[in-house]
């Protein structure tokens, strides 16, 4: 499991770590964190490549606005992880390009967008 020897150690009190998985790889998260937020916090910075031109993003306003975030979360494809609270057991990917169609009839307001 990934340290936490990027998130703000001294006055923070957190709940019971989990972990979800990136790419096949473990990453600790604690209750109320966005995806977005552990991801940094474990070090990674690359959450899609672009589909014209295969560009590295990641990351950007933490805020909603500038989709750099996107991955396939769960199987559903643009999610904003910087909007997506972390759960355990959830299975992120990067995204390539648009990402992998949608689950048919799949309600997740995200998977519209
Ligand atoms: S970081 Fe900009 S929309 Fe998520």
Do not use: K
Not at 18 to 31: C, I, K, L, N, R
Not at 67 to 79: A, L, Q, W
Not at 81 to 102: D, I
């Amino acid at each position: 499991m990934t340290t936490t020897s990027n998130r703000i150690a001294a006055g923070v009190e957190r709940g019971a770590p989990f972990s979800f998985t990136v790419d096949g790889q473990p990453v600790e998260a604690y209750p109320g964190e966005t995806l977005a937020g552990a991801l940094l916090a474990a070090g990674r910075r690359l959450a899609r490549r672009t589909a014209w031109r295969d560009e590295p993003r990641g990351a950007f306003c933490f805020m909603g606005v500038c989709h750099d975030c996107r991955m396939v979360v769960d199987g559903v494809p643009n999610v904003r992880t910087c909007l997506t609270v972390a759960r355990a057991g959830m299975v992120v990917e990067m995204q390539l390009g648009f990402g992998p169609p949608p689950p048919l009839g799949d309600s997740a307001p995200e998977a519209r967008r």
